[in-house]
């Protein structure tokens, strides 16, 4: 059985951010609730934004930030936004401006509850070298930026 967008969150948040557990079902409603609230939450993980945000994606202090990128990433995936190939597309400012406003105006996936693809190790991978690229831009520490890229990757890999 595949997981959702919802249990993979939750099982990385549980992993890395234990402290972010209780906030990831505000950060979810937010992201899945309305456009505005999953392009805040998109703005704020690839751009790196340090601005307060009230609906909680305040990069700069770091509050709900994994819970954010993680959403974005697997949301992402689910949509079919990223794919193989995808940090061809964002080496530039322009690429990376064209993907951000693809994962902020693209429709969500059906909510948290949507089933995630599985992927090839090879794209699972690739996924995840752009999850810390991200991770790292949004001022998360290099080592748990890692840890994320590695735990989303995992957790896209097609069992063997």
Not at 47 to 64: E, H, L, R
Not at 110 to 131: C, H, K, N, V
């Amino acid at each position: 059985m595949t997981p959702t967008i919802h249990e993979a969150t939750r099982s990385i948040i549980d992993e890395i951010a234990p402290e972010e557990v209780d906030l990831l079902g505000v950060v979810s409603a937010g992201f899945f609730g309305s456009a505005s609230g999953r392009g805040r939450a998109v703005r704020s993980v690839l751009a790196g934004s340090t601005g307060d945000d009230p609906v909680g994606f305040d990069a700069a202090a770091g509050a709900a930030l994994l819970s954010a990128l993680i959403l974005t990433i697997l949301n992402g995936v689910a949509c079919e936004v990223l794919a193989a190939g995808i940090t061809t597309r964002t080496t530039g400012w322009w690429q990376r401006r064209k993907l951000r406003r693809q994962l902020a105006g693209r429709v969500a996936a059906q909510g948290a509850d949507t089933p995630l693809p599985q992927l090839s190790s090879m794209d699972a991978a690739e996924i995840g070298r752009l999850a810390y690229q991200l991770a790292v831009e949004s001022k998360v520490d290099p080592e748990q930026a890692q840890r994320v890229a590695n735990l989303i990757a995992a957790r896209l890999t097609r069992p063997a």
